[in-house]
């Protein structure tokens, strides 16, 4: 046969021998389509949420005064200190209820109108959100506060599910976790943002705090300016709505080049594999004993994002900083350099991921947290003692950012969408984004108890949650780098000892045997020199 090749068409083995070379740098070309899509997904979704974690802060003071106006306008005395607290408490914490609420709809959502559309509809509720927050003081009316804080939960809670859904399913893997990087980028950037925005020069005055909230509806608009011209996830147009001619053209534009045949067979190939034909339940997804180890390393994952400490060293920087001897109107311009060691951090973990991997960031970020943690706790026990103790308290926090946006900050998201394939992710998505949001009402309601009783020694408990953390990813989590979303899956077959499924090993020899040679324009081309980039 080879001599027949070579006799009757030399030519062909010349264009065989560089195809491999030129396949490669497509491959590992990024494309502008797949950065829009990244960015302008990220920016409508995961920067809004950031956002609305650092918004409060500035204004809190002058919320509080518009809630004791109103209510004195209302019933013709001034409220009471306890009655403010408890509005305060609601607005603050009603956020993670409606991310909560969010989190549950995600899966109905995603299969009815796609990842696409629901990223679509999600800036609907950003926009009523805004209105009802930066309208309320003119309304006079402290529930409008309350309810837009609650719809930007709802908001907050379908993003940060169908976004890193997105994302995972538009990356070829061998870029996979640098695009899924985006969604914690935005975070830290949406972060910062508040931050700045709310400097006593800019929108933190009594007569300006509103248009903080206001500020919510330009991302969401910018989002649906440029997002309804991008593709759709063509994983989902595939498997789940059977449009080939769509799913061809997505891959296209996602990955820069003309033949997709092989991200096509894979897709199909994954749809043959999979022992169900539907969107799977969560209950479904609990009892099925072949995923039992990947949904217990998810709810692990995203306990350990919520509950390592991160939320309670944004409550104590300001005091420790008054403690350094810092100027109440200098803290806010150094605070702001947590939102910028965050964001960088971010920005570096996405540029190392594809080489250092996900399981080894996810243990170092949560293994240098409870370093630091342990040395925050020492710093600040003898900080009454030694003048310049509170500037080591201080670099610990810096640390304890850097450590957290290192990897914990973003990699749990990019794990829930690389460790199911497609029948299962979107009730995976809600399972995370349940635990999600349940534990981050659950740091918000105890962490001032802890704080109270605990003292200093409060970081001590998300020092034992770091390092568990970190054990248990140690000795359960597998590398997903650069894998297939069938490979991921059977990397915990001897874990979960469940092997695979004699209809399953069928279907793979098929395609393995199917798809060992290829023929393209009438010239052979080995299934190696032919990989896919999903």
């Not at 070579?6 to 010349?14: A, F, I, K, R, V």
């Not at 829009?36 to 956002?51: E, I, K, P, Q």
């Not at 549950?104 to 990842?115: P, S």
């Not at 400490?309 to 920087?317: F, K, Q, V």
Request: charged fraction near 15%; aromatic fraction near 12%.
């Amino acid at each position: 046969m080879e001599m027949r090749e070579q006799t009757e068409d030399p030519e062909p083995n010349n264009i065989e021998s560089t195809e491999p070379d030129h396949k490669k740098s497509t491959e590992k070309r990024i494309t502008a389509c797949l950065v829009n899509a990244a960015f302008f997904g990220a920016l409508g979704s995961s920067y809004l949420y950031g956002y609305n974690l650092s918004v409060v802060n500035a204004p809190a003071l002058y919320i509080k005064k518009f809630y004791n106006q109103t209510w004195t306008e209302r019933y013709g005395e001034p409220i009471g200190a306890d009655m403010v607290t408890m509005l305060w408490s609601i607005t603050v914490s009603i956020f993670a209820i409606g991310g909560l609420l969010g989190a549950l709809c995600v899966t109905l959502l995603t299969k009815l109108i796609g990842r696409k559309g629901t990223l679509l509809l999600n800036n609907g509720f950003a926009v009523i959100a805004a209105l009802l927050l930066a309208l309320g003081e003119k309304a006079r009316s402290f529930e409008m506060l309350i309810i837009g804080r609650f719809i930007m939960g709802v908001d907050s809670g379908i993003a940060l599910s169908a976004l890193p859904m997105y994302l995972g399913e538009i990356s070829p893997r061998h870029m996979r976790g640098s695009i899924g990087q985006f969604n914690s980028i935005l975070i830290c950037l949406g972060v910062f943002t508040g931050q700045v925005l709310g400097l006593p020069e800019l929108l933190g005055q009594e007569s300006r705090w509103n248009f903080l909230f206001a500020f919510l509806a330009l991302p969401a608009l910018l989002q649906l300016c440029v997002l309804p011209f991008l593709p759709e996830s063509p994983r989902f147009l595939l498997m789940e709505r059977r449009d080939e001619a769509g799913a061809e053209k997505a891959f296209r534009a996602f990955l820069g080049k003309k033949d997709v045949s092989k991200e096509l067979e894979e897709v199909h190939a994954e749809s043959r594999a999979q022992n169900t034909l539907h969107m799977a339940s969560v209950t479904e997804l609990m009892l099925n004993p072949a995923l039992r180890w990947q949904v217990i390393t998810v709810m692990v994952t995203m306990a350990c994002y919520q509950l390592c400490g991160l939320n309670a060293i944004w409550y104590y920087t300001n005091g420790i900083l008054r403690d350094s001897g810092f100027a109440e109107n200098v803290i806010p311009y150094i605070v702001l350099s947590t939102g910028g060691i965050e964001t960088l951090a971010a920005v570096v973990s996405g540029l190392v991921i594809e080489r250092i991997g996900r399981r080894p960031l996810l243990i170092f970020g949560f293994s240098a947290m409870a370093f630091f943690f342990g040395l925050l706790t020492v710093f600040l026990n003898f900080q009454d003692q030694y003048s310049w103790m509170p500037y080591l308290s201080f670099t610990c926090i810096l640390a304890v950012i850097a450590s957290f946006c290192s990897g914990p900050g973003g990699i749990p998201f990019v794990l829930t969408g690389e460790l199911f394939e497609q029948s299962y992710r979107p009730a995976a998505f809600m399972i995370a984004g349940i635990v999600n949001w349940v534990a981050n009402f659950a740091v918000g309601l105890l962490f001032p108890f802890m704080q109270e009783s605990l003292q200093t020694y409060a970081f001590l408990v998300f020092l034992v949650v770091c390092v568990l953390g970190a054990v248990y990813l140690y000795f359960i989590l597998p590398e997903t780098k650069n894998k297939t979303f069938m490979d991921i899956s059977q990397s915990f077959a001897k874990i979960n000892k469940v092997p695979l499924g004699d209809k399953e090993i069928e279907n793979e020899l098929a395609i393995k045997a199917g798809s060992k040679e290829v023929e393209k324009n009438g010239k052979v081309i080995i299934d190696g020199e032919m990989e896919s980039s999903f």
